[in-house]
């Protein structure tokens, strides 16, 4: 059994952008009844990475990547109603 440590994200832009980043999407869990949460694997990087939005310092991502993780995880909030 793997352990580790998870990070929730319930705003979907900051969502995308760590997805198409490379972290890893663990789950989706529900946080009340209009509300859900992405479940990451907090990984090496992944504080980084959050500053690195919250900061809108310039960071290299293939757009075409971008628009994929978007539309991904935004499928994924639909087929959980």
């Known amino acids: 059994?793997?352990?580790?440590?998870t990070l929730q994200i319930s705003d979907?832009?900051?969502?995308?952008?760590?997805?198409?980043?490379?972290?890893?999407?663990?789950?989706?869990?529900?946080?009340?009844e209009n509300r859900k949460a992405f479940c990451f694997e907090r990984t090496d990087?992944?504080?980084?990475?959050?500053?690195?939005?919250?900061s809108g310092r310039e960071i290299l991502i293939v757009p075409?990547?971008?628009?994929?993780?978007y539309k991904h995880l935004k499928s994924l909030l639909w087929n959980q109603r």
């Open 1 to 5: 059994m793997h352990t580790y440590e």
């Open 12 to 32: 979907l832009p900051q969502a995308t952008f760590l997805y198409a980043s490379g972290v890893p999407l663990v789950g989706i869990e529900k946080i009340n």
């Open 45 to 54: 990087g992944t504080e980084e990475l959050l500053m690195s939005f919250a």
């Open 64 to 69: 075409s990547q971008l628009l994929s993780s």
